[in-house]
């Protein structure tokens, strides 16, 4: 049901507006939760402007991912919230994870594993605070190749 609405939006693009403090974050983890219980889907990078927005997201989504597993008898999503410095094991465990949050620079740099990840493994992108993001951040979030 949530893949056939995907593929009915626009470009694949759901906004999700409001004032501050009316739950976007929140609304956007639970769309990302629905992406990574999506068989279509499963994989997402998660980018926002800023480290304290990349890691308040990244522990939104697991968090929500840690109580919908306890209710539902489900796996609890791997997500990682993702640094410059990567080592080659890390960048393996990474191609295996379900979401990878960073800011939108990470992923033009070709020696880390993160566009490598948002290639190949991702089939979604969440943006938070896109209202503090420059458009080409997203461009480069949005086609990292």
């Known amino acids: 049901m949530f893949s056939r609405f995907v593929r009915v939006t626009r470009e694949g693009l759901i906004p999700i507006c409001g004032f501050v403090g009316s739950s976007k974050t929140h609304m956007m983890s639970l769309m ?19 480290h304290v927005a990349v890691s308040n997201f990244a522990a939104r989504l697991f968090n929500l991912g840690v109580d919908i597993a306890a209710k539902l008898d489900w796996n609890i999503p791997l997500v990682v919230r993702a640094v410059e410095i990567v080592p080659d094991l890390m960048g393996r465990v990474i191609m295996k994870v379900h979401a990878v949050c960073t800011t939108p620079h990470l992923v033009g740099e070709e020696d880390l594993f993160y566009s490598e990840f948002n290639n190949s493994a991702a089939r979604g992108v969440i943006f938070d605070e896109t209202g503090r993001m420059h458009k080409a951040d997203a461009f480069q979030v949005l086609s990292p190749g």
């Open 32 to 50: 990302a939760f629905l992406f990574l219980v999506c068989p279509s889907i499963n994989s997402i990078y998660c980018a926002a402007p800023s």
